[in-house]
């Protein structure tokens, strides 16, 4: 049986990977530590943030740098990540529905040690999604105090 070898692409490097996921009922943004691997379109890993330890196994397309999974916590739930690389890392949504509710937030993984191109780091340069509605309450409010 032939190795798969790691991925070529210096968008998806197998390794050490860090980032943040966002969830409205949970402020802040709750670090994860990954170690993933990337190779013929696949994608494997495990890691740990807050809600425990996981597994990842999903897939990645080099044509258009699009990115799912299913992050698996051990002995808990599954969560469906869906994301886009563009050279900056991964960012995207999760969603996770159980016992009939539907819960989304964001994310953000990239390489340890990678930069953002301004020299910040990348967890420092996505805001956390703001509800559809929420966002309408807002307009109307800056519209009224501004007419």
């Not at 966002?22 to 190779?39: D, R, Y």
């Not at 996981?54 to 044509?63: H, K, R, S, V």
């Not at 009939?100 to 340069?125: C, K, N, V, Y």
Request: hydrophobic share 35%; proline share 5%; net charge negative.
């Amino acid at each position: 049986m032939t190795e798969s070898l790691p991925e070529s692409d210096p968008r998806f490097p197998s390794g050490r990977w860090v980032g943040f996921f966002l969830q409205k009922q949970l402020p802040g943004k709750h670090q994860m530590e990954l170690l993933l691997t990337f190779a013929n379109g696949r994608i494997r890993g495990e890691g740990r943030d807050l809600v425990g330890e996981f597994t990842i196994n999903g897939i990645y397309e080099l044509a258009d740098g699009t990115c799912r999974w299913m992050k698996h916590y051990l002995g808990k739930h599954s969560v469906h990540y869906r994301g886009f690389n563009e050279g900056k890392g991964i960012w995207g949504t999760w969603q996770l529905e159980t016992m009939g509710e539907r819960w989304t937030g964001g994310f953000h993984i990239w390489p340890e040690g990678m930069a953002a191109p301004d020299g910040s780091t990348l967890a420092e340069s996505i805001e956390e999604p703001v509800d559809a509605e929420e966002a309408f309450v807002v307009n109307e409010l800056r519209r009224s105090a501004n007419g």
